[in-house]
């Protein structure tokens, strides 16, 4: 279930921490395990996980069911994060996830046909002063309009062809 | 600690210094109401239900985690504190179904009871409420999560004090939910605890499902007789029928917790199959009679048989480990009123050619205290649940637990070092672990030693001994199937001697410790049971034994209860097809809880009960029955008008301890070796005949492991039977080695 690769990974984490305390590691290990798993988490990986870190399947699923960042349904291969909390939602964050649900045919949620893209909304990233924004990847895309967000989906699809 | 003062409501009240306000607010008889804290468990703080006023504290606190400090004034009744457990208290009903109605809880509801003193009379909260989906968590525990408020007790119970961490709350926010993550079915010897903790009607009995409210029911204290520790309970009763079970609080014994099999054994009480009407064999067909005329037919029978003759050495009396003290008294009495010593109860024991003597002296609170723990031969997570509770406690305050197993099991703390062999080895490793025991302290050694061999891990094994601390040393069940059970207690002893260890016996089971305070054991001249079935005998008295299951030898067993001649007079609570083969008189005895009597824990207390239900229909108490029994024989000193008159005369007498035969044999034998093991839920008749237990996991161990070599060997795959039960190929299994869970019927006790 998981990669040596992975498991490589994840040993530095656990060696960041004291001996007997190797599930503290457990977010970065679901993270490296969830990024070569398609990105996101099945009941097995991440009783895998739990198994490789020597704790209770529970405990590593109460951590990956509590974070946003961890997925447990199939995904795109991009997904667009979008912000809903105040700032962006006072600057029409709302308006534009509807027209971005309509560009891609699919709701938030859900996989575009092509399994490309699919959009999740999120809280706060911390850059209300670029409101409204989203998160592709690592990448922040800020002052967002309709005009920027067919730029930006357009560029994603050539990019896959 | 030191001793402080803290005023509490305007009283002052002494203190130790960092104690958490709750604890002294509780001892004080303050009530505080509360959701998530639990005396026993680990404190979280969450469900905010506890808030106070401390003076000088900008907001309220929890008094569950505030730790006291000299001089504090808490207010638990004024304006700030009602209004914050009021406002609490909205916040946790908005969710909450409020069915109580239709809920189990009801009636027996932390929820409910602090709602009447807290809760507004009209809900403020108009939005929908959310719905959770129930997972199916096994055939004991009920779940409604709905009624859920994430109170997160049954998650530290398995985390803190099963081991098993199989509840834990995913999700956050609003969706956050109570539940196991895979849904075998909680897998702990002690989740029925989480019905106990659970304060809603989010986790409830099953078996007990839709069946009574709480204050219909009479709780009268009992003590459950599964294993050596006689834990304390509650016996929930309905119109003469034991309803529910719930734990009793003895921190001597069990604490606040019970295993599933004292809590859910009830369940067989009400078995269709239990034996309701004396019954007389005439001509080959079994009469329902009276029970004077069964009485009457048993005691000419005996007189025919043997007494008239005056043959009463071919006699012989047999009783199951699940008799009370009492039962066990009068049984033994009358044979050796009548001149006969061939009493027994080791039935399950494999070489009885010398005792296993070793004595307990270790209490169960000290158990915990211990600095290093070697188990050898159990499971005692399933086998003794509330002596593997200590033992785990010990491990977490940081004991060091060495195990020699026939194989590998599923402990639930860590062990140092887990040693896998085959029975016919552990008293040569033992033997080492003297001679190095010996050597370190300079003495001479006996003859028997100077050409053992020690190893690395011998050697290990006993430096954790020598070492400074506590240790105790466990002997489990397993070893009753060793042919050398008497060298290896033997042992024991000398090596606890040496290195002043505890000994803790476990290898008895149920009320075996009540059979030899009665001296239920053959006396001078007396045959012990492998020696009477040999004998083949003309008469005996078997108390509750079901011999596909109590005898090691069951096979043979049968067969020699069965020879033509014998007159048997069986008193059982439940039917069987070899008792009705094999017996001339049957009579139906009552079953736990029906009866008064003492069970005798591993610590040697006796523990009282009364009954806490009638017999049902035409059975009777085995007491009575053989007070009655020694009464038609004329038999002297049995007027007894109560079981506690029994008692008092067992208690009177001084007894003698175990004879010790010192006698120490290392020569074994070799080839396959057979260790029989009953499953945990089938260690006597009523447990067999819950429906419930049986139907989780640890009801259905039923299998016969090996490893692959052993396999070959014998020619087996996996899932060929093997001594009537599936055989699985594990390499967890020591060489030369067959583990066999024997769950139901099998043919493993006449073999090996």
């Given at each position: 279930m998981i990669s040596n690769k992975a498991k490589k990974q994840i040993d530095i984490w656990v060696a960041k921490y004291p001996e007997g305390r190797q599930s503290s590691a457990v977010m970065e290990a679901l993270k490296i395990v969830q990024a070569e798993n398609d990105n996101s988490l099945t009941t097995e990986a991440i009783q895998a996980v739990a198994d490789y870190l020597d704790m209770p399947g529970i405990a590593a699923a109460e951590v990956a069911t509590f974070y946003e960042n961890y997925n447990h349904k199939p995904v795109g291969k991009h997904t667009i994060r979008f912000c809903h909390n105040i700032s962006c939602m006072l600057n029409g964050a709302d308006d534009l996830i509807v027209y971005l649900e309509k560009k891609l045919g699919v709701k938030t949620g859900e996989v575009t046909k092509d399994s490309l893209i699919n959009v999740k909304k999120v809280?706060?990233?911390?850059?209300?002063?670029?409101?409204?924004?989203?998160?592709?990847?690592?990448?922040?895309?800020?002052?967002?309009?309709?005009?920027?967000?067919?730029?930006?989906?357009?560029g994603l699809r050539k990019k896959s062809k | 600690m030191a001793k402080i003062e803290i005023e509490i409501d305007g009283k002052l009240v002494n203190a130790r210094a960092g104690e958490m306000l709750i604890a002294v607010t509780d001892r004080e008889s303050i009530s505080v109401p509360r959701f998530c804290y639990h005396k026993k468990l680990s404190i979280s703080a969450n469900c905010r239900m506890c808030l106070v006023d401390v003076e000088g504290a900008p907001k309220p606190q929890p008094a569950c985690s505030t730790p006291i400090a000299d001089g504090m004034k808490i207010h638990t009744q004024n304006e700030k504190a009602?209004?914050?457990?009021?406002?609490?208290?909205?916040?946790?009903?908005?969710?909450?179904?409020?069915?109580?109605?239709?809920?189990?809880?009801?009636?027996?509801?932390?929820?409910?009871?602090?709602?009447?003193?807290?809760?507004?009379d009209v809900s403020r909260f108009t939005e929908g409420k959310r719905i959770v989906a129930d997972s199916d968590?096994?055939?004991?525990?009920?779940?409604?999560?709905?009624?859920?408020?994430?109170?997160?007790?049954?998650?530290?119970?398995?985390?803190?004090?099963?081991?098993?961490?199989?509840?834990?709350?995913?999700?956050?926010?609003?969706?956050?939910?109570?539940?196991?993550?895979?849904?075998?079915?909680?897998?702990?010897?002690?989740?029925?605890?989480?019905?106990?903790?659970?304060?809603?009607?989010?986790?409830?009995?099953?078996?007990?499902?839709?069946?009574?409210?709480?204050?219909?029911?009479n709780s009268m204290s009992n003590i459950a007789r599964h294993d050596l520790v006689g834990s304390n309970i509650y016996t929930q009763t309905y119109k003469g029928k034991v309803k529910r079970i719930v734990a009793r609080d003895n921190d001597d014994t069990n604490e606040t917790w019970i295993s599933d099999r004292d809590r859910f054994s009830y369940e067989g009480l009400a078995h269709e199959n239990r034996l309701l009407a004396p019954q007389i064999k005439v001509e080959g067909e079994w009469k329902e009679v009276e029970w004077n005329v069964a009485l009457d037919f048993a005691t000419r029978g005996l007189g025919n048989s043997v007494l008239n003759n005056h043959q009463s050495d071919q006699l012989g009396a047999l009783a199951s480990n699940t008799a009370t003290l009492e039962e066990f008294h009068l049984l033994q009495k009358i044979l050796r009123e009548l001149g006969s010593e061939n009493i027994d109860h080791r039935l399950n024991v494999k070489n009885l050619n010398s005792p296993i003597a070793l004595d307990s002296n270790v209490k169960l609170v000290n158990l915990e205290n211990m600095d290093h723990a070697l188990i050898i031969g159990s499971y005692t997570r399933l086998e003794q649940p509330m002596v593997n509770h200590r033992l785990r406690k010990a491990s977490l305050k940081g004991a060091t637990v060495d195990v020699i197993n026939a194989m590998e099991f599923d402990f639930n703390y860590s062990i140092n070092s887990e040693n896998i062999i085959a029975p016919n080895k552990v008293v040569a490793t033992l033997a080492g672990v003297l001679k190095v025991v010996l050597e370190s302290k300079q003495q001479e050694?006996?003859?028997?030693?100077?050409?053992?061999?020690?190893?690395?891990?011998?050697?290990?094994?006993?430096?954790?001994?020598?070492?400074?601390?506590?240790?105790?040393?466990?002997?489990?069940?397993?070893?009753?199937?060793?042919?050398?059970?008497?060298?290896?207690?033997?042992?024991?002893?000398?090596?606890?001697?040496?290195?002043?260890?505890?000994?803790?016996?476990?290898?008895?089971?149920?009320?075996?410790?009540?059979?030899?305070?009665?001296?239920?054991?053959?006396?001078?001249?007396?045959?012990?049971?492998?020696?009477?079935?040999?004998?083949?005998?003309?008469?005996?008295?078997?108390?509750?034994?079901?011999?596909?299951?109590?005898?090691?030898?069951?096979?043979k067993a049968i067969d020699a209860l069965n020879k033509d001649g014998a007159f048997i007079i069986s008193l059982n609570s439940f039917k069987d097809k070899d008792v009705a083969n094999y017996s001339d008189v049957m009579l139906p005895i009552s079953c736990f809880y029906e009866t008064s009597g003492s069970h005798v824990n591993i610590e040697g207390e006796i523990q009282s009960f009364t009954a806490s239900v009638s017999a049902p229909s035409d059975t009777k108490p085995a007491w009575k029955v053989l007070k009655v029994l020694a009464d038609l024989l004329e038999l002297p000193g049995f007027h007894y008008a109560d079981s506690a008159q029994v008692t008092s005369e067992i208690t009177h007498q001084s007894h003698k301890s175990h004879v010790h035969d010192e006698n120490i044999d290392l020569t074994t034998k070799q080839g396959i070796q057979i260790i029989w093991q009953k499953s945990p839920y089938a260690v006597d008749a009523l447990s067999r005949h819950a429906i419930s237990l049986q139907a989780t996991k640890i009801g259905q161990m039923n299998s016969a492991s090996m490893n692959k070599a052993t396999a070959k060997k014998l020619e087996m795959t996996q899932g060929d039977e093997y001594l009537g039960v599936p055989a699985i190929i594990s390499e967890t299994v020591a060489n030369n080695c067959v583990f066999v869970n024997a769950n139901r019927s099998t043919q493993a006790g006449g073999q090996s």
């Open positions: 809280e706060c990233l911390g850059a209300c002063v670029g409101a409204p924004m989203f998160q592709i990847g690592d990448q922040y895309y800020e002052n967002l309009t309709t005009d920027k967000i067919d730029e930006i989906v357009d | 009602k209004a914050s457990q009021k406002a609490v208290m909205e916040f946790l009903l908005i969710n909450h179904p409020l069915d109580c109605p239709i809920c189990d809880q009801g009636g027996e509801c932390e929820l409910q009871d602090v709602a009447m003193d807290y809760g507004s968590i096994g055939a004991l525990i009920q779940t409604d999560m709905t009624r859920c408020i994430h109170c997160t007790r049954c998650v530290r119970f398995g985390a803190e004090i099963a081991g098993i961490m199989e509840m834990g709350g995913t999700g956050r926010g609003e969706d956050m939910k109570i539940e196991p993550f895979l849904t075998e079915g909680i897998q702990s010897e002690l989740s029925g605890n989480m019905i106990d903790v659970c304060p809603v009607g989010a986790l409830t009995s099953k078996p007990f499902r839709y069946e009574l409210r709480s204050w219909q029911m050694l006996p003859d028997y030693l100077t050409s053992v061999k020690t190893d690395d891990v011998i050697t290990e094994l006993a430096e954790k001994l020598l070492a400074e601390g506590q240790s105790v040393i466990v002997l489990g069940e397993h070893v009753i199937n060793n042919d050398s059970a008497a060298s290896i207690a033997n042992l024991i002893t000398n090596i606890a001697k040496q290195t002043k260890s505890s000994t803790l016996n476990l290898s008895a089971s149920g009320n075996s410790m009540a059979a030899n305070l009665s001296g239920f054991v053959p006396g001078k001249g007396g045959l012990d049971v492998n020696a009477m079935l040999e004998s083949e005998l003309k008469a005996y008295i078997l108390l509750d034994v079901y011999p596909h299951y109590d005898f090691h030898h069951s096979i």
